[in-house]
């Protein structure tokens, strides 16, 4: 049974980066699935962040881009996201997932982790 | 690029179907048959319920179901029971390498 766990600080001061770890067990990360990251303010909706392959490709939410960098350690069996400049809007609850892909093409996310709340405060 | 559209709320009395809708464009849910439909508990995390327009993951009761009319998807719940009371969201590939969730319903089971 495949569980993923997040894990990371739960709080994190503006403009600094913000660095969270999914362990994952019960499956190889390295089995042909991708591996993502999913964000959800509190009492808002979900937003894909970008997805891994064990492979190193990546793809990201165009609208994150610039400030986000997702990685892979195969050893591990984990993958870990971070996001730079953080500001208040970047407060949510941040999930890791499996992702399957076709033809290049996020398609749906399953299993999830249980989340874990950032809060992103002086 | 904005979320795609879900109506804040629908309700049904136990025993009753449910219908919730996803609509965007045709260079979303119109265009590739990637949407799907999570579950998601208060507190909890998203669960799948719905993938590919109309498939089922194993465990996922069958009186779920999923469909799509052009650039709208559906989701519906049969025989509805309390334990299906929840917020839905759905979620459609929109190109470009590119995700996109609905902005989720709240299900109330009366």
């Known amino acids: 049974q495949v569980q993923l766990q997040e894990s990371g600080p739960g709080l994190v001061k503006p403009s600094e980066t913000l660095s969270l770890t999914c362990a994952v067990s019960?499956?190889?990360?390295?089995?042909?699935?991708?591996w993502g990251w999913i964000r959800q303010p509190p009492g808002k909706g979900l937003e894909w962040i970008g997805s891994?392959?064990?492979?190193?490709?990546?793809y990201y939410n165009p609208s994150l881009k610039s400030r986000v960098t997702i990685s892979v350690d195969t050893s591990k069996n984990q993958f870990s996201l971070k996001l730079s400049s953080v500001t208040a809007a970047d407060t949510a609850v941040f999930y890791c997932?499996?992702?399957?892909?076709?033809?290049?093409?996020?398609?749906?996310?399953?299993?999830w982790g249980q989340g874990t709340l950032v809060t992103v405060s002086s | 690029q904005s979320a795609l559209t879900q109506p804040p709320s629908a309700s049904g009395s136990p025993g009753q179907s449910v219908t919730i809708s996803c609509t965007g464009t045709?260079?979303?849910?119109?265009?590739?048959?990637?949407v799907s439909w999570y579950q998601q508990r208060p507190g909890k995390a998203p669960k799948l319920m719905i993938y590919?327009?109309?498939y089922r993951p194993s465990g996922v009761p069958d009186r779920f179901s999923g469909s799509k009319s052009g650039n709208t998807a559906s989701l519906t719940v049969s025989g509805l029971q309390a334990e299906d009371e929840a917020d839905y969201y759905c979620s459609s590939y929109v190109g470009s390498n590119n995700l996109l969730f609905g902005g989720g319903t709240k299900l109330t089971v009366l």
């Open positions: 891994i392959y064990h492979s190193g490709n990546i």
């Open positions: 045709s260079s979303d849910v119109g265009g590739y048959n990637y």
């Open positions: 590919e327009v109309s």
């Open positions: 997932a499996r992702v399957r892909y076709s033809y290049g093409y996020p398609i749906w996310f399953d299993p």
């Open positions: 019960g499956y190889s990360i390295n089995s042909g699935y991708y």
